[in-house]
């Protein structure tokens, strides 16, 4: 018998949902479609009765996301359903899969931890079900091969909470796999032109959930739209609660165009809708994730501090705060990450035979164990208080009237001030520190632990900061104003100078560190110098290209 572990499934689904008569016949849809795509036959399957079960929060979180979650009997995809919303830039929404399971499991962790950002410790139960008999036309080319089908549902609503019962037909036209593009708009154009002429009406609803509760929620029109309160503790992924209840005000009137309260509005929001991502990418281990979880936090924090004085001060101050915390407790993550791909690089790089195998799979393994202590710290703080008053402090934020004094200002010109303001201040960091790596009798060797490291190093750090402030500021602004990015580069090359110097020495320290404790095993430590040699050399010559970088910005 196979115990194989359960495993998630996805699709990406492109669809048109149409409103129709109960009277009204699927027409023929033989000959539809262009020289591209055409559909040559169709083929109908016999009806089937489908049950679901949709979950959200009391208020309805999920759905005020455009996102749906629910647990299906009958049909061919039987199962648990998650659907998110599209991402930037595509037309399909993200459906993920997981087996059905017994009737009385609760909403499976593999499927929850993808909307956590949204739920924020909430318990969700069941809000509606639906009873559907569905009956499938398959469109399929000359070939056979499927191209879409055309699903004629009957259903049947009922909520659990009030009771209330609502019937509707509805037609839902999806492309198959692999069909999607130019092409597969086209081939929709073209159904839903023969379907409209049949009697169909383009849907009044999101979805069947949105339909069956009766109405669409306010929040239901945008894809960020966050939770509304927080309630009590206790959800089904036993993360906590938000220790605060959200008292965010209702939507604001939208700021004037190209207001700086409408800039940095959208800036923010944006910013929110990545963290919003991230968080389940970083759930998931997705690579790279904890670094765009760190990267997106700063980004946000350098936003609100660049252009101080637009948004909302008390909610800003705490969307700052929040930020700082979260890059804290994200940097062990990060570093054991970076320095456990440094130790392999430079142990591929070294003389045949001067580092011995020992000495790689010791370090190797004390950094594995970092990582995965920081790693486990890093979602534990994705299901803490800190976290989720972050979350609500942002939604909070851009749904608030911008209440600074700068909120009307035109958002060219306190563009233009406060980016001034960061060259100066990026500037005056960068020679300082260029003075301070000028007077290291070595840079690399001195920054590792000689004389004048801790000042040394203070002041690359203060450079690194700023300067990374300024990139950032520079690529936001860039996005409104079309200029700044040969500054953002020439920035951007400081900064990956000086990113490298601190890499570079963060791995001599490990190395440092992990031959101690192999000294005093009596294991030979030749190669743990080698590692530290190439790295201080790495360390030196960052240094050197920092220097070349900051004369050209």
């Keep these: ?286 690579p790279g994730a904890v670094h765009r979880l760190r990267s997106t936090a700063r980004r946000l924090r350098a936003v609100l501090t660049v252009w101080d004085g637009v948004l909302d001060p008390r909610l800003a101050g705490a969307v700052v705060a929040g930020a700082a915390h979260v890059g804290h407790a994200s940097r062990a993550a990060r570093d054991a990450e970076v320095t456990r791909g440094r130790v392999a690089t430079r142990a591929s790089s070294a003389p045949t035979g001067f580092v011995a195998v020992q000495a790689t799979g010791r370090l190797e393994a004390r950094l594995d164990e970092r990582l995965h202590e920081a790693t486990g710290d890093v979602r534990r703080m994705l299901d803490s208080h800190a976290w989720f008053d972050l979350l609500d402090a942002v939604d909070a934020l851009v749904a608030a009237p911008a209440t600074g004094p700068h909120a009307a200002d035109p958002a060219s010109e306190l563009s233009a001030t406060r980016l001034r303001a960061e060259r100066k201040r990026a500037t005056r960091a960068v020679r300082a520190a260029f003075a301070a790596a000028d007077a290291s009798v070595d840079g690399g060797a001195s920054a590792a632990g000689g004389a004048g490291a801790d000042d040394v190093s203070s002041d690359l750090r203060h450079a690194r900061t700023a300067v990374r402030r300024l990139r950032q500021a520079l690529e936001v602004d860039h996005g409104r104003s079309g200029s700044g990015r040969r500054q953002a580069r020439r920035a951007e090359a400081v900064q990956d100078a000086l990113g490298e110097h601190r890499d570079a020495l963060a791995a001599v320290r490990t190395v440092r560190e992990v031959a101690t404790l192999a000294h005093r095993l009596g294991e030979d430590t030749f190669g743990y110098g080698v590692l530290a040699a190439l790295e201080v050399e790495r360390a030196g010559e960052a240094l050197r290209r920092f220097e070349r970088a900051a004369r050209r910005l």
């Design 1 to 286: 018998m196979s115990h194989a572990a359960p495993r998630r499934t996805e699709q990406t689904e492109i669809e048109r949902k149409y409103d129709v008569h109960e009277s009204a016949a699927v027409p023929d849809l033989a000959g539809v479609g262009g020289p591209d795509l055409a559909v040559a036959t169709v083929e109908r399957d016999d009806a089937v009765e489908l049950a679901a079960t949709y979950w959200d929060t009391v208020d309805h979180t999920l759905l005020g996301a455009r996102t749906t979650l629910r647990r299906r009997e009958g049909g061919s995809d039987a199962g648990w359903h998650l659907k998110l919303p599209p991402s930037a830039g595509t037309a399909g929404r993200r459906e993920v899969h997981w087996p059905l399971g017994e009737p009385d499991e609760t909403v499976p962790e593999a499927l929850r931890r993808l909307v956590e950002a949204r739920l924020r410790g909430r318990p969700v139960h069941p809000v509606l079900r639906l009873g559907t008999t569905r009956t499938v036309t398959r469109l399929l080319d000359g070939s056979g091969r499927a191209l879409a089908e055309v699903a004629d549902d009957v259903v049947r609503a009922s909520n659990p909470d009030s009771a209330s019962l609502r019937t509707w037909r509805e037609w839902e036209v999806e492309l198959a796999p692999g069909v999607d593009g130019a092409e597969g708009e086209r081939l929709l154009d073209a159904v839903a032109d023969r379907l409209e002429a049949a009697g169909a009406s383009v849907s009044s609803s999101k979805s069947k959930l949105a339909r069956g509760l009766g109405a669409e929620p306010a929040g239901a029109a945008g894809p960020a739209a966050g939770p509304s309160a927080a309630s009590s503790s206790g959800g089904g992924s036993g993360g906590a609660a938000s220790s605060t209840p959200s008292t965010a005000p209702g939507p604001a009137a939208p700021p004037k165009k190209k207001s700086a309260a409408a800039f940095v509005t959208s800036t923010v929001a944006g910013l929110r809708d990545e963290l919003l991502t991230v968080d389940a990418a970083v759930r998931d281990d997705e």
